[in-house]
């Protein structure tokens, strides 16, 4: 089975600032990871997606998460957060080899202040 | 936006009562999932289908059913609802199972 903890459920930071959103992970087998995020009243958007590869990926809207297999940990980054990046934030691993059953952690809500 | 629709929207029912909530996609993809949304819980998966007639459980699938009649239909069942029961419901899709699942708006379940 698997396991996602995203440390910070919240996340207040000011416009233009750096921020980083944490994910952790824990699976005996090799995994798939996600991003999504949550608009308010909408439903998950992806952001990006580790599969294989580059251990660095990049998504949409600015976003880049890198992938640490040692530390089991994909954390999401941004350089410079706009008000616009306001909403809820999902990390979500798949085993690979079987199922694309997707396990979510809890969210860390981003509050991008002016 | 991949084509999923997930209706009703809203909905606001009595606790016993019988609820259907449908997921119908116009993508044509075999996968097909159930998921509920809980504060500080993220999404839980409660069922899903790899085809037409074949649906499995998910970690959270007591008190729900559902079925897969056709590819574009995926119906979850509250066969009587209960208040544990109130939540947001996504539906999602995926055409293969190494690529991401796909969203719906989603459905606000409310149990009295």
């Known amino acids: 089975a698997q396991s996602v903890t995203q440390l910070d459920s919240q996340v207040p930071v000011f416009e233009e600032a750096p921020v980083e959103l944490r994910c952790n992970y824990s699976?005996?087998?090799?995994?798939?990871l996600f991003w999504y995020v949550q608009y308010p009243n909408q439903g998950l958007q992806l952001l990006l997606k580790?599969?294989?590869?580059?251990?660095l990926v990049k998504g949409i809207n600015g976003f880049e998460a890198e992938f640490n297999k040692s530390q089991t940990s994909f954390h999401l980054r941004k350089p410079s957060v706009h008000i616009s990046d306001t909403a809820e934030y999902f990390c979500?691993?798949?085993?690979?080899?079987?199922?694309?059953?997707?396990?979510f952690g809890g969210g860390t809500r981003l509050m991008v202040k002016p | 936006d991949a084509g999923i629709t997930q209706s009703p929207r809203h909905k606001v029912t009595e606790t016993g009562t019988p609820v259907t909530l449908r997921c119908h996609q116009t993508?044509?993809?075999?996968?097909m999932y159930w998921y509920r949304q809980d504060p500080g819980h993220g999404l839980r998966l409660i069922h899903y289908?790899?085809?037409?007639?074949?649906?499995d459980k998910g970690e959270v699938s007591d008190g729900y059913s559902v079925s897969r009649s056709k590819t574009e239909d995926f119906l979850l069942t509250l066969e009587s609802a209960t208040s544990s029961q109130t939540s947001v419901y996504f539906c999602?899709?995926?055409?293969?199972?190494?690529?991401?699942?796909?969203f719906g708006d989603g459905t606000r379940l409310s149990i009295l």
């Open positions: 289908s790899y085809g037409v007639k074949d649906t």
């Open positions: 979500a691993v798949t085993p690979n080899n079987a199922g694309n059953m997707l396990t």
């Open positions: 993508e044509n993809h075999r996968y």
């Open positions: 699976s005996s087998v090799s995994v798939y």
């Open positions: 580790y599969l294989s590869g580059s251990t």
């Open positions: 999602a899709i995926t055409r293969d199972l190494n690529q991401p699942q796909h």
